[in-house]
């Protein structure tokens, strides 16, 4: 089934698993005692993403689409506060940059302003302290 390459490198064909292997290799992910990496190791197994998917159809923990990153915890409610402050981070992070063109902006605007008042020679901003006129 497999062949040799020149370099010592062996290429094999796609490998069909049973149902019962791809169980038996996800409770062991999920124990916490092997790697995605480990198990590839000391099983044979071909392809880079057949863990992650076996993870996701044979799975007990959620492992769908994570924010956070490492493997996923074995307590539901850790890996809920762990996911929710992922998404807080990259909230965050969204409004951190929301803030810097908002404050590029202000400053923009304010340049405008201090242009018109020095070429058109008027005063467009309020100045602190002075009371309004009554009319």
Known sequence: MSTRKGNG?????????SEAFKR????EFESGLYTKASLKRKYGIAGNSCIDRWLKKYGKLSHANYLSIGRPMKDKD????KELEAKLRKRE?????ELRKKNAELSAYKQFISIAERELNISITKKSGIKPSRK
């Open 9 to 17: 490198n062996f290429r094999s064909s796609p490998s069909v698993y």
């Open 24 to 27: 038996q290799v996800v409770q």
């Open 78 to 81: 850790k890996q809920y506060i």
């Open 93 to 97: 992070k969204g409004l951190e940059a």
